[in-house]
């Protein structure tokens, strides 16, 4: 069982920047491949980011790719997305992931299969 506990959310300006931390407790974090899924107002929740268990496997969406920026502290059981150049669009809840599938596969993920989620952090920027 994983706990994954998410904070850093706000209210930011087009422009501007975030970052969102997800605590992970319970066993086995450095063995999870993590990510975060994001779900605005009215639509289904989609793919963000994500990292595998080895750190050189990183994925993006193409929405966010050169804004955003995964990274995980195995030593801390924690995942942080660095958000940068935020967008009205990138408006929503965000949600970290755990999952024991590979980061390739959590990329093309709708969200349905995975094994653990956090309660979310909101974010919302203004225009």
């Known amino acids: 069982q994983v706990q994954l506990a998410e904070s850093g959310g706000g209210l930011v300006q087009a422009g501007g920047s975030l970052r969102l931390s997800c605590a992970a407790s319970?066993?086995?974090?450095?063995?999870?491949?993590m990510g975060w899924f994001r779900q605005a107002p009215g639509k289904q929740r989609e793919f963000v980011a994500t990292?595998?268990?080895?750190?050189?496997?990183?994925y993006y969406a193409d929405s966010v790719k050169g804004r955003f920026s995964i990274s995980r502290d195995n030593a801390k059981n924690t995942v942080y997305l660095q958000m940068n150049s935020l967008k009205p669009d990138d408006t929503g809840d965000y949600y970290c992931?755990?999952?024991?599938?590979?980061?390739?596969?959590?990329?093309?993920?709708?969200?349905?299969?995975?094994?653990?989620w956090g309660q979310g952090t909101q974010v919302t920027v203004s225009s």
């Open positions: 992931a755990a999952d024991s599938a590979t980061a390739m596969a959590m990329s093309s993920s709708t969200g349905k299969d995975i094994e653990y």
């Open positions: 319970g066993r086995s974090f450095s063995s999870y491949t």
């Open positions: 990292i595998g268990w080895n750190p050189g496997f990183i």
